[in-house]
């Protein structure tokens, strides 16, 4: 198998054909998937608890095998204490006239999430105290809760709120609390190591597109893209959960299973909007494997499809990493996102819908986040299967067998390049001892990631490198 051609073998196993993304896009029974599920899923009204997100993450298991788990309600998990979950039924707003202002049916944004019942006659200067809206997008429809503070609320536009006439409102909610627990989804796709990439995204918010819908939809789209790789190198850990909460109570039963197993992980958010890059948001830790993946990509050492850049840690904003970061974790855990939270105006409000969004845009994300996990497949930690010496090439058509000045130049298949190509194989082999990982060999290689890669599937595929720990022979 000339050496040279691996490199066909890798672009068939771990890139599309360029010529047919429009046509994957535009055509594909995934935009219909997605498509679909976009419109069951929007109008659930999803909370931390209840049957909202426990509807949506039923919805996800026609799709994957997730098996789901409740902490219940009142267990202590860290240092917060899981809530009763919210029941909803109906919410409504009239004016003093019989005339509905705002009403559930129309947008489940109309009503605070986790709010308490209420059936009362209310005067609009009292009434204000329980309204919101955003002055400086008067058309928008706020994203509002109050999940740890018991409370009661409204939310309509600016437009409609200045409309308001003085008299007696009817605010009714219906809604109850019960002991319950907090839900979370999971499954694997079994690799062959036992040492996992964690891809999760939180399912709690109510009719948002970018900012809710995005990450579970790009997360179904990547369990259906790495079920069909031939190989699998690691397990893959795909999770739902509600924000923050939810990601609390999945540490408190699998923290020291990710302490053990985990090499690196994704959390999804805001990874459907219009911008031309995607971001990644560094680990914690600051140097693992999806840290170094991702400064690469950023400086266009290694290409995903869609452009890259890079930001640090920071507890300040986000989502879930802030829970995977903390001191007590300190898990490798990065979040990759596209027109980011914070960064557009429909950010928690009605203006982040479909049309904002895109099927198209999230298939896009998920095509590159693929390419993304396929290097990260190659980039982590190679280990020497025959660390005893230099194993033998020659037999296995890597180093030529006739040992002359004329053939030192070539390798076994006459490239040019062979004296090249041998010396980066004598190089990973040598540095793959589990402690080097890709890139690092590429520097010591002075070579691209890229360059190496048709290097090590060759190494791999002759049993002479492996990414799971075992016992090498002796």
């Given at each position: 198998?000339?050496l040279?051609k691996v490199?066909?073998?890798?672009?068939l196993?771990y890139?599309?054909?360029?010529?047919h993304d429009?046509d994957r896009i535009m055509?594909?029974?995934?935009?219909t998937?997605?498509?679909n599920?976009f419109?069951e899923l929007?109008?659930?009204t999803?909370?931390i608890?209840?049957?909202?997100?426990?509807q949506s993450l039923?919805?996800?298991?026609q799709?994957?095998?997730l098996?789901?788990?409740k902490v219940?309600?009142?267990?202590?998990?860290?240092d917060w204490v899981v809530?009763?979950?919210w029941h909803?039924?109906h919410?409504?707003?009239k004016?003093?006239?019989g005339?509905t202002?705002c009403c559930?049916?129309?947008?489940?944004?109309h009503v605070?999430?986790?709010?308490t019942?209420i059936?009362?006659?209310i005067e609009?200067?009292e009434?204000?105290k329980?309204?919101h809206?955003l002055p400086?997008?008067?058309?928008?429809t706020?994203?509002v809760?109050s999940?740890?503070?018991?409370?009661?609320?409204?939310?309509?536009s600016?437009?409609?709120?200045?409309?308001?006439?003085?008299g007696?409102?009817?605010a009714?909610?219906k809604s109850s609390f019960k002991?319950?627990?907090?839900?979370?989804?999971?499954?694997t796709?079994e690799?062959?190591?036992?040492?996992?990439i964690?891809?999760t995204?939180?399912?709690c918010?109510?009719?948002l597109a970018?900012n809710?819908l995005?990450?579970?939809?790009?997360?179904l789209?990547?369990?259906?893209?790495i079920?069909l790789?031939p190989?699998?190198r690691?397990?893959?850990?795909?999770?739902?959960?509600?924000?923050t909460?939810g990601s609390l109570?999945?540490?408190s039963?699998?923290n020291?299973h990710?302490?053990?197993k985990?090499?690196s992980g994704l959390?999804?958010t805001?990874?459907?909007?219009?911008?031309?890059?995607l971001r990644?948001k560094?680990?914690?830790?600051?140097?693992s494997l999806?840290?170094?993946?991702?400064q690469?990509c950023?400086q266009?050492k290694?290409?995903?499809?869609?452009?890259?850049?890079?930001i640090?840690f920071?507890p300040?904003?986000g989502s879930?990493?802030r829970q995977y970061?903390s001191p007590g974790?300190?898990?490798?855990?990065?979040q990759?996102?596209k027109?980011?939270?914070?960064?557009?105006d429909?950010y928690?409000?009605?203006?982040?819908?479909?049309?904002?969004?895109?099927i198209?845009s999230l298939?896009?994300?998920a095509?590159?986040?693929?390419?993304?996990l396929q290097y990260?497949?190659l980039?982590?930690?190679?280990?020497?299967?025959?660390?005893?010496?230099?194993?033998?090439l020659?037999?296995?058509g890597l180093y030529?067998?006739?040992?002359?000045?004329?053939?030192?130049?070539?390798?076994a298949?006459k490239?040019v390049?062979g004296?090249t190509?041998?010396n980066?194989?004598?190089m990973?082999?040598?540095?793959?001892?589990?402690?080097n990982?890709?890139?690092s060999i590429?520097?010591?290689c002075?070579?691209s990631?890229?360059?190496?890669?048709p290097?090590?599937?060759?190494?791999?595929n002759?049993?002479?490198i492996s990414y799971?720990q075992?016992?090498?022979?002796?």
């Amino acid at each position: 198998y000339p050496l040279y051609k691996v490199n066909t073998n890798f672009n068939l196993r771990y890139n599309f054909a360029k010529k047919h993304d429009k046509d994957r896009i535009m055509h594909s029974d995934e935009f219909t998937l997605l498509n679909n599920s976009f419109d069951e899923l929007w109008p659930l009204t999803r909370s931390i608890t209840g049957p909202g997100i426990e509807q949506s993450l039923e919805y996800f298991s026609q799709y994957m095998p997730l098996k789901m788990e409740k902490v219940p309600t009142g267990s202590q998990v860290f240092d917060w204490v899981v809530p009763q979950e919210w029941h909803f039924q109906h919410a409504q707003l009239k004016g003093p006239g019989g005339e509905t202002i705002c009403c559930s049916d129309d947008s489940n944004l109309h009503v605070v999430n986790y709010s308490t019942p209420i059936d009362v006659q209310i005067e609009l200067d009292e009434l204000q105290k329980h309204l919101h809206s955003l002055p400086a997008l008067p058309t928008a429809t706020p994203y509002v809760t109050s999940y740890y503070q018991k409370a009661w609320g409204f939310c309509l536009s600016e437009e409609k709120r200045r409309e308001l006439k003085p008299g007696a409102y009817h605010a009714q909610i219906k809604s109850s609390f019960k002991d319950g627990g907090v839900p979370f989804s999971h499954c694997t796709l079994e690799g062959d190591s036992d040492q996992e990439i964690l891809l999760t995204s939180y399912l709690c918010h109510p009719s948002l597109a970018n900012n809710e819908l995005s990450g579970p939809l790009t997360l179904l789209a990547l369990y259906n893209r790495i079920k069909l790789w031939p190989k699998r190198r690691y397990t893959y850990r795909f999770l739902f959960n509600p924000e923050t909460i939810g990601s609390l109570c999945f540490l408190s039963r699998y923290n020291q299973h990710l302490q053990e197993k985990l090499i690196s992980g994704l959390i999804l958010t805001c990874i459907g909007g219009p911008a031309k890059k995607l971001r990644y948001k560094e680990s914690a830790v600051g140097n693992s494997l999806f840290d170094k993946l991702a400064q690469h990509c950023s400086q266009d050492k290694l290409l995903i499809g869609e452009p890259l850049y890079t930001i640090p840690f920071s507890p300040l904003g986000g989502s879930d990493e802030r829970q995977y970061g903390s001191p007590g974790f300190r898990l490798p855990m990065g979040q990759i996102s596209k027109s980011s939270y914070g960064e557009y105006d429909g950010y928690h409000n009605s203006l982040d819908d479909k049309a904002f969004m895109t099927i198209e845009s999230l298939i896009e994300s998920a095509a590159s986040t693929e390419k993304f996990l396929q290097y990260g497949e190659l980039c982590g930690k190679p280990i020497n299967q025959s660390p005893y010496g230099e194993p033998q090439l020659g037999p296995r058509g890597l180093y030529p067998n006739m040992n002359a000045a004329s053939t030192r130049k070539y390798s076994a298949d006459k490239t040019v390049d062979g004296r090249t190509q041998l010396n980066h194989i004598l190089m990973s082999l040598n540095k793959a001892d589990g402690d080097n990982d890709l890139f690092s060999i590429a520097d010591a290689c002075q070579c691209s990631v890229d360059e190496l890669i048709p290097i090590i599937l060759k190494l791999e595929n002759e049993g002479l490198i492996s990414y799971i720990q075992k016992a090498p022979a002796q």
